[in-house]
């Protein structure tokens, strides 16, 4: 059964957030439609212009909903390219024809209740970006495109050692490898289109002394080592809520405590700290941040560096924060989701440019364009045909 939740595409985009990065676990299964695991299930996400659907399996152990792959399947799929109205009858159908198993009233309310938590929707992005593209030009311009980019609330153990992973990687290669962490040592959930999916890890598991062994076998290199010996650490020196307690100490704390980790530094403790615990003036810094701080921002300090360090990344953070103000973070990761190679082509097509005008118009948008393109093409066509004819009537003159 599909549920809803209120939403503006200008709040949430699905599309952007769900694969600039902050999380590996969600993949587009079918048109529109994200399928990943979060707090220990299975959900297919979607929206339309005012509202996010979203559809949570349950393994066989649990009250509701059977996990089995043609139902996965079905709900995945049959809803991809259906307008608003169309969608919302099609929901209406499927639940009177389709009988369900019964859930409860509670786990209705908990799962809408995760659903706000992960996307923190009590923050009103709207009127950061106001707040943003006041104090600076160059976000608002970028913010006509890029609506919509929220920062996630992960689960700590999950963000910290998929993070870990992303050392010397990019974004594919990181999915790979946390998909195969899941797969190895997380629990089964369920299986949807041929597809296992599986909870993430938990720390006991980590730091089983088997593990590195078997994370190198699996591909992952020196990060095995660092992997295994982080979550034991964690353990033997400060217990299984540590992670999920540093929400609540001071941002500086909470990134000096995760840099005493394994395989842990600056860069990864402020991505932690922003998309897990709770730390919206966290502005990670990588050779891709600082090149838009130079490039966009004329930001000089360091440019005669090589390497980032430790100073150089609070003062890129320093001058992001002076400028952005306590949701520095949040603003930050818009900025790189624009940067991403492959979104740039928002940038590019003029119907896609105004997310809020897409949603009002967007269809007649569409049409519009693609009738030009093939008015073009035809115009193409036709001048091509003249030019043939041409050519045979002037050499029919010529004989």
Avoid at 359 to 381: F, L, S, W
Wanted: proline letters at 3%; charged letters at 30%; aromatic letters at 8%.
């Amino acid at each position: 059964m599909w549920r809803s939740l209120s939403c503006a595409k200008s709040e949430l985009r699905l599309d952007l957030t769900l694969a600039c990065g902050q999380s590996f676990r969600w993949r587009e299964t079918a048109e529109g439609h994200w399928t990943g695991v979060m707090a220990g299930r299975v959900w297919t996400l979607t929206q339309t212009d005012d509202t996010v659907w979203y559809h949570v399996y349950k393994d066989k152990g649990m009250q509701g909903e059977g996990c089995d792959s043609k139902r996965g399947a079905g709900v995945s799929l049959q809803m991809g390219n259906k307008s608003d109205k169309s969608f919302k009858g099609a929901l209406k159908k499927e639940e009177q024809e389709e009988p369900v198993a019964v859930t409860s009233v509670h786990d209705t309310e908990e799962e809408e209740d995760m659903l706000r938590d992960y996307f923190q929707l009590n923050v009103k992005l709207g009127d950061l970006y106001e707040e943003w593209g006041a104090a600076d030009p160059h976000f608002k311009c970028i913010a006509d495109v890029f609506t919509g980019v929220r920062m996630l609330r992960q689960d700590p153990t999950e963000c910290l050692f998929s993070f870990i992973c992303t050392s010397n990687n990019h974004i594919s290669r990181i999915q790979g490898m946390v998909e195969r962490l899941c797969q190895a040592l997380g629990a089964p959930l369920c299986q949807l289109d041929q597809t296992s999916y599986h909870n993430f890890p938990s720390l006991s598991a980590l730091a089983d002394s088997s593990v590195e062994a078997c994370l190198r076998d699996l591909g992952f290199g020196y990060r095995a080592r660092f992997l295994q010996q982080s979550a034991k650490q964690i353990l033997d020196t400060h217990g299984l809520q540590w992670l999920e307690g540093l929400r609540g100490v001071p941002y500086v704390q909470a990134r000096d405590a995760l840099r005493t980790l394994p395989g842990v530094g600056t860069k990864v403790a402020d991505c932690v700290c922003l998309m897990s615990l709770d730390k919206a003036e966290a502005v990670p810094i990588d050779t891709h941040v600082w090149q838009i701080a130079k490039r966009d921002y004329n930001y000089a300090s360091g440019n005669a560096q090589k390497s980032i360090t430790d100073k150089l990344h609070r003062d890129i953070g320093d001058f992001f924060r002076k400028l952005w103000g306590p949701y520095a973070g949040w603003a930050q990761s818009v900025l790189f989701c624009a940067d991403l190679k492959k979104f740039q082509k928002l940038k590019e097509m003029p119907d896609l440019k105004q997310p809020l005008k897409e949603e009002k118009g967007g269809g007649e948008m569409r049409v519009a364009y693609k009738k030009t393109k093939i008015k073009t093409e035809e115009d193409e066509t036709v001048k091509a045909m003249e030019t043939k004819s041409a050519g045979r009537k002037k050499a029919k003159v010529s004989v």
